[in-house]
């Protein structure tokens, strides 16, 4: 989607906030490397190429302007950077997230709310930023910053296999900002609501925008990419693989019957696609 799509009052656009590379095998979980390395080449170290996509909401309604995740941002040293090969968005004099939205044609001080689906550093590192003393900031102050509440409580004490990717610094800033903890599914903003998913870690939300009689759905890591959008195919990351298995079969089903439009966060290529049911079985358009 290179170009704006109308929900009824919102007008949704997806923002490139740079790239980073993770483990191949890690990415794909149980599915054998000959089979994953069709679908994405890796390189040299193994690691396949990921985007991290923001979705930008403008309300012809009202002043509001939503922005889905902030990417990872720019706090950590150049060996953090380096592991996963991030690249930002271009530019110098502000933080990352702020020329991703600056560079989709809004002025980032214009962001009223910024959901973030979850609090893993690829999601939410962006929405700080270090201060000239060095101290973690969030980037945008004013906006309302939209979270899980079980997420929040679970990245501030995270289990041990999640602790990499709950980094204190990415998150307890965000109490400086105005914060809505949300408590499961709902409708936070007219057309659009969360779902929260506990398989990839403890309250994810996922984000469904409905208007003019078309739903977009942003999937963030239930589908981090089209070929996770076979259900068997789960992460290795995933905290609880066969609870990502139910809720992803759950909500393609409903993108079927909606013929929702799919935002793929992670997905190197595509952006957007969306799914159908052939033989009994979804599969992306
Ligand atoms: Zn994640």
């Known amino acids: 989607m290179d170009m704006a799509v109308t929900l ?30 069709r679908c994405i080449e890796p390189d040299d ?32 040293e150049a060996s ?10 271009e530019g110098s004099g502000e933080p990352p997230l702020c020329r991703a939205i600056r560079e989709a044609g809004v002025d980032p001080a214009a962001i009223t709310d910024l959901i973030l689906t979850h609090l893993h550093f690829d999601h939410a590192g962006g929405a700080t930023a270090l201060d000239d003393s060095g101290v973690s900031q969030p980037v945008l102050p004013a906006a309302t910053h939209w979270v899980q509440a079980t997420n929040w409580e679970t990245a501030l004490s995270p289990n041990r296999r999640e602790r990499a990717s709950y ?6 800033p965000l109490e400086a900002a105005p914060l809505q903890k949300l408590d499961g599914d709902g409708e936070i903003l007219p057309g659009i609501s969360v779902e929260r998913v506990d398989g990839h870690t403890i309250g994810m939300q996922t984000v469904r925008i409905e208007g003019g009689g078309q739903v977009m759905r942003y999937l963030a890591d239930l589908a981090p990419t089209r070929h996770h ?22 909500m393609l089903s409903a993108a079927v019957e909606e013929e929702a439009v799919l935002v793929l966060e992670h997905d190197p290529v595509t952006a957007c696609t969306s799914v159908e049911e ?5 599969v992306a358009k």
């Open 278 to 282: 052939i033989d009994g079985k979804i």
């Open 229 to 250: 959008l076979r259900v068997t195919w789960t992460m290795g990351y995933d905290i609880s693989p066969l609870t990502v298995l139910e809720e992803k079969e759950r």
């Open 80 to 89: 953090f950077r380096e592991r996963f090969a991030v690249s930002l968005p």
């Open 8 to 37: 009824g009052r919102w007008r949704a656009k997806v923002v490139d906030a740079g790239r980073l590379f993770l483990d191949g095998g890690a990415m794909f979980g149980s599915v054998p490397r000959v089979v994953w390395e």
């Open 45 to 76: 170290q193994h690691r396949i190429p990921l985007a991290t996509r923001l979705l930008l909401l403008e309300d012809s309604e009202s002043d509001r302007i939503v922005v889905i995740d902030a990417g990872v941002g720019d706090k950590e």
């Open 167 to 172: 980094l204190r610094y990415n998150i307890e």
